[in-house]
Structures are given as C-alpha cells and as structure tokens.
C-alpha cells in the first residue's frame, strides 16, 4: 500500500490520515466543495473535490470517489464511518477497479447488512440471540401467533435496517397487524427492502459491545464497551470495558464475537453489538458493523492498539501486529461526543463557524477532531465536532476526568451538546450503572438545572455507532 484515499471528512478522516501516516503511506482525500480547506484537507498529501456540498453528489457518489481513486493514482481505499462504509456495492466496486478495500469482503458486509441474515449467521455461530423469528417474516404467516410464541413486548425490525432505523414496538397484540404494514412501508421507502423480523423488546436494556480484528487466519477481540447513553439511538458517552458485566456474560460475548467473525471469514476490524438484561444478566445479539466505530478510541485507550493501524495492515495482506495473548486491558475510559446541535432547543443544528475552541488539556485526555479555530460546521453534514476521550486507573478516576474535560472544554460560534454531556457525567445513574439505552428520554427533568427548562424530546430515540 503506497497511497490510501480516504472516503470520508471531519474527524474520522483526520484519524485515519494521522495511522496512514505514522506508516508511512500517502494519503489523498476526497472532499466536497466546501470542505476544500478543511482540518482533514490540511492534513491531506492531496485533495481530490468530488462534488458540491449535498452528500449525494459528492460523499455518497460512488462514480465520483472512484474517478478520484483513479485520477489520484490510489492503490488503497478507506471508507471510514457513515457514507459508503458498509455499502457492499462500493467495495465490490474497488476491488474490480483493482484497489485494495481496507475493510471486509463485499460478501460479508452484504451478509452483515441484512439484519435478519446476521441474526441467523450469530444463532450459527452459537452466538445469544432474543427469541424471535428466524429470518424476516413471511408475509403469509401467521403473525399473531408467532408474536404470541415470542411474547410481548416486542419489536418489528426492518431487516435492512441500521443505525436505529426501522424499528418499532409493538407493546399489545392488537397493534401487531397495523405495525407490520407500517414497518413494511417504511422498510421499503427507506432502504428498499420490505422485509421485516419479529424480536423480544427489553425494557431499559443496557448495550454493550465488542470490537473484534482479523486476518487471513485469525481472530481476536478486544474487549468490550459500553453505548448505552443515548438518545433517539444516537449515542452520547461511550466507555470501556463495559461496566457491572457479570463474568459469564463478558466472556460469552467475547468468545462468541471471535466465532462468528471466525464463521462468516471476516477480515479488518468489526464490532458485534449485545442488548444486555440486567434483570435475567443475559446479553443478546443486535447486530455486527462491518467498519471502524466511533467510540473505537476508548478501546485504543485501555489496550495500547491502533485499531486503524490494524485496519491498514489486514488490508495490505500483513498478519495483525498483535495476538490474543498480548492484549492487556489497563484501566477504564470515557469518550463524550460534542455535537453542534442545542440541547435546550429541541436538539436543533446549529451551524457556523467555531469563533473559540479550547481543548481540554488536564490528565490522559484525548481529542479526536475534524476542526480548529476558525472551521466551520455545515448544515450539510453530521454536526459532530469532536470526540473528548478520557482514560484513568480505574472507572470512578475516568468518570471524575470526563467531568473535568467538559468543564475544560470550551466552544463558542455554535451551540453544542457539551451542557447535556456535562449533566449526563454527573449523574449518580451512569456512576451507579443504573443507566439504559433510554434513559435520557425519561429523565428530562434531570437537566431543568443546565437549561432553565427540562430537557426536550422525551421518548424520541437518533444513529451513528
């Protein structure tokens, strides 16, 4: 691998470019209009623009990311998060350009893809799994019957679906019928595929995750995080390794993770993600993301691995630098996301440009960022800014150095989710763990202290793992 274009922007295309680097490959970037004189432009060898600022002229584009691949003389491709990370269609597409793919095969994230085929695949793999259907549901079946085998509550999933996406709960029998049709039409509307599964809901799960790696003949994992602070499935602080898992259940989702990648011949770094049930202490399956995560850097923290690193290497035909046997899990860590957006209005974007950014710089803290000074934030793009990153000996000295770095942090010229972040890090929930997945749609009164009124949007659920 001697020149790596990277498909993406913002903060995740500066931390890939910084691996490339540190290996000495080349980077070009691709980048739309507007982000010509981006942080992650700077950072670039080169800069390839591939359209104007709408995504689907430009980072969605698969005809125009690979006219720059060829026109750059790119031997490698990195999709990062988000965009066309996990669109099967434009991996094959590199790969029959003669390009090397830094991610898994076309066949697996199609398999990945497919949320009622990965269930299946994970059953395979002897991986748990919520009762539920096997598959997606035929549209000539006996619902109401299977629904009653499954029990209530329960949610209709949209088997091509993803990122929170296409999913419905239906809490009583009589809702069963008219929620299907509903999840059929949406299905079908948002990713073009009708089909629908039937799975056990539970209440005031925790979800949890594991990050695996792998090449040609092996597959490890590196330990666990924990996502359940969010809202509208749109996550908000992440840590590692997930908190209060009884040992049975750490172990059971790591091993079985490493089967299943081990089953469906993965390649590159993957997360499988569990609901846990603190009530029955069971872990099920979600789903796997067939890419480089968001939160992969609390994992980085507490295991010393550059997952990216890692990602490159697998890709360039090279063994993984490390063994199961050398992963050493030292501390605990946090990451808190900063998005512009408003928490005391709605969660509203607020575009413009950073006028005043101070970092925190207080203890083993870390900033992963797409933007400076002077950037500015489009309207066209997700509002993250950047990732805070904490790590401490233990969870309680990470909670306490979180909470430090929110208070450090200061941005002016937009409005950001730091006051939100700052009150979710001091409740006694998250330092007790007895937060859920949708704790913040039920805790709104939480927050009347940090914004004068509560905090809106209760039970509404948004995502990017």
């Known amino acids: 691998m001697r020149k790596l274009l990277v498909a993406n922007r913002g903060e995740i295309a500066a ?117 539920g259907t096997r598959g997606a549901l035929d549209p000539g079946a006996d619902a109401e019957t299977t629904a009653a085998g499954i029990g209530y509550p329960l ?27 509903l999840a059929r039409a949406e299905a079908r509307a948002a990713f073009g595929d009708p089909s629908v599964y039937l799975e056990r809901f539970i209440e005031n799960a925790r979800h949890v995750e594991v990050q695996i790696l792998a090449d040609d003949t092996r597959v490890i994992h590196l330990g666990d995080r924990d996502c ?33 990648a081990r089953n469906c011949g993965y390649r590159g770094a993957g997360t499988v993600e569990f609901l846990y049930d603190p009530v029955r202490q069971e872990a099920s399956f979600i789903e796997m993301n067939t890419r480089i995560q968001v939160e992969h850097p609390v994992t980085e923290m507490i295991t010393g691995v550059d997952i990216v690193a890692e990602q490159l290497r697998v890709a360039d035909g090279l063994p993984l630098s490390v063994s199961q046997g050398d992963i050493v899990f030292d501390g605990h860590a946090f990451e808190a996301r900063i998005n512009a957006e408003d928490p005391a209005n709605s969660f509203m974007p607020s575009p413009g440009t950073l006028t005043t950014v101070i970092w925190p710089t207080t203890g083993e803290v870390r900033v992963d960022t ?8 489009l309207p066209f793009y997700d509002s993250m800014i950047a990732k805070i990153i904490v790590h401490a000996a233990t969870r309680d000295l990470a909670l306490e150095a979180l909470r430090t770095a929110l208070d450090e942090l200061h941005i002016e010229g937009v409005a950001t989710t730091r006051p939100l972040l700052a009150a979710l890090a001091a409740t006694p929930e998250l330092r007790e763990v007895r937060h859920h997945s949708t704790f913040v749609e039920h805790s709104g009164e939480l927050y009347t202290a940090h914004h004068g009124e509560s905090l809106p949007g209760a039970h509404h659920q948004k995502g990017l793992s």
Do not use: C
């Open 15 to 131: 931390r890939i470019i910084r691996s490339a680097r540190d290996a000495g490959i080349r980077t070009v970037l691709t980048v739309s209009e507007p982000d010509r004189d981006s942080v992650a432009a700077t950072m670039a060898d080169e800069t390839v623009v591939i359209g104007p600022a709408p995504v689907t002229g430009s980072y969605l584009n698969i005809d125009a990311v690979l006219d720059a691949v060829r026109s750059s003389g790119a031997d490698a491709v990195h999709p990062g998060f988000g965009f066309l990370s996990e669109n099967a269609d434009f991996a094959r597409a590199v790969l029959d350009a003669g390009v090397t793919w830094v991610g898994p095969s076309p066949e697996t994230i199609e398999l990945m893809g497919n949320k009622s085929a990965a269930r299946e695949a994970a059953e395979a793999a002897g991986v748990p799994t919520l009762p």
């Open 370 to 377: 797409g933007f400076e000074e002077g950037s500015a934030v």
């Open 228 to 260: 359940s602070m969010q809202r509208r499935h749109q996550k908000l602080l992440e840590e590692a390794p997930a908190p209060a898992l009884p040992d049975h259940v750490r172990e059971t989702i790591r091993s079985s993770s490493v089967e299943l």
């Open 155 to 181: 949610v209709v999933k949209a088997s091509a679906g993803g990122g929170g996406r296409g999913i419905r709960l239906v809490e009583k029998p009589g809702e069963l019928l008219s929620t299907i049709e």
